[in-house]
């Protein structure tokens, strides 16, 4: 992006070469386009730009237009490239841990940054059984809120986290005790951790389920991660494991639990919470669960 403002005075002049066709990839639905135009798809094609909850919020997006008979069946994710623009923007903000990140951990200093792309199929119940598809799991509820707290910073009470996953839980018809494993936002940085860790404390009433940040393993692949974690919920539901949360030491101590630290295999995933939360405040929680 830095690269590209420099040859923007050549791009408008009518004599621009094909050098600069990638100019045109800048467009934050270029892929999603992309992906149509090779799938020959020809029906309701958009792109949601939420920053690290844009793939949470295309799946809820897609679920929705399933749930209200627009679409039989939908192809959501997202997908987030590596660039300078992006590795000087995180540190300039001051949150990049130049070690392995250490989510949810007292000594947690920052994020990495992750490259990464996911995309799933949804559809409806009727869509799938007409093709016996195998279903994988059900999006149970979801939910979105914003805090408006800061650009950057999540609320220090984890408020509009707390109200993404309550309105999921809501939607879902289940009770926060049914819900086996969250996949944590996690990032690492000390803004986050903690004010997540204080959200779930809220929504679970101090009884924490099982969870962990899988971004111990992928670092935080940005728009692309709610669809990671989505496939990484789903596949937990599947063959009943839990990932654990890598580089944990010590627990935060104003929540004093902590996350799932080594893999849990052979325990029965009925219902996963998958939390995205971005810049701006922008919070959404997905529910997956087992198909019935």
Same mark, same amino acid.
């Given at each position: 992006?830095?690269? @590209?403002?420099?040859?923007? !005075?050549d791009?408008?002049n009518?004599?621009y070469?094909n050098?600069?066709e990638y100019?045109?990839?800048h467009?934050c639905?270029?892929s999603?386009?992309k ?19 844009s793939?949470?919020? =295309?799946i ?5 237009l #399933? ?6 069946? %939908? ?5 987030d490239a ?5 590795l000087?923007?995180?540190?300039? !903000?001051?949150i ?10 007292e000594?947690r200093v920052g994020l ?15 869509s799938c059984?007409?093709r016996?598809a195998?279903?994988?799991?059900? #999006?149970?509820g979801?939910?979105? =809120? &914003?805090?408006?707290?800061h650009q ?9 986290? @707390? ?10 018809? !289940?009770t926060?005790?049914? #819900?086996?494993?969250?996949? %944590? ?5 000390p803004? &986050?951790d903690?004010s ?6 809220t %929504? ?6 099982y969870?962990?940040s899988?971004? @111990?393993f992928?670092g935080h692949?940005?728009? =692309? =991660?709610?669809a990671?974690?989505? %496939? #990484? ?6 063959y ?10 010590? @627990?935060i101590?104003e ?10 295999k ?9 939390n995205?939360f ?8 997905l ?6």
């Amino acid at each position: 992006m830095c690269s @590209s403002e420099d040859l923007y !005075l050549d791009f408008v002049n009518e004599n621009y070469n094909n050098n600069l066709e990638y100019i045109n990839t800048h467009d934050c639905g270029d892929s999603t386009e992309k992906i149509a135009e090779n799938l020959g798809l020809k029906g309701f094609i958009t792109t949601i730009s939420t920053a690290c909850s844009s793939s949470a919020n =295309a799946i809820m997006l897609g679920s929705r237009l #399933i749930k209200n008979n627009i679409a039989d069946r %939908v192809i959501v994710g997202g997908t987030d490239a590596l660039s300078k623009f992006t590795l000087n923007g995180f540190n300039t !903000l001051m949150i990049l841990d130049r070690e392995l990140c250490k989510p949810f951990d007292e000594n947690r200093v920052g994020l990495n940054i992750g490259e990464a792309a996911a995309f799933l199929v949804i559809e409806s119940e009727n869509s799938c059984k007409s093709r016996n598809a195998k279903i994988y799991c059900e #999006i149970k509820g979801y939910g979105n =809120a &914003n805090d408006a707290f800061h650009q950057t910073a999540s609320s220090p009470d984890g408020f509009g986290a @707390s109200m993404a996953m309550q309105k999921a839980l809501v939607m879902s018809g !289940l009770t926060s005790e049914m #819900i086996d494993y969250v996949n %944590v936002h996690g990032t690492g940085t000390p803004n &986050n951790d903690l004010s997540e860790g204080k959200a779930l404390a809220t %929504v679970f009433n101090n009884k924490i389920p099982y969870f962990s940040s899988t971004k @111990s393993f992928t670092g935080h692949t940005l728009g =692309a =991660a709610g669809a990671v974690e989505a %496939v #990484i919920s789903t596949l937990a539901i599947n063959y009943n494991f839990i990932p654990p949360n890598l580089n944990f030491q010590n @627990s935060i101590v104003e929540l004093g639990f902590k996350p799932v630290t080594k893999l849990m295999k052979d325990i029965k995933i009925n219902n996963v919470l998958s939390n995205s939360f971005g810049f701006g405040g922008n919070n959404t929680s997905l529910i997956f669960s087992k198909a019935e």
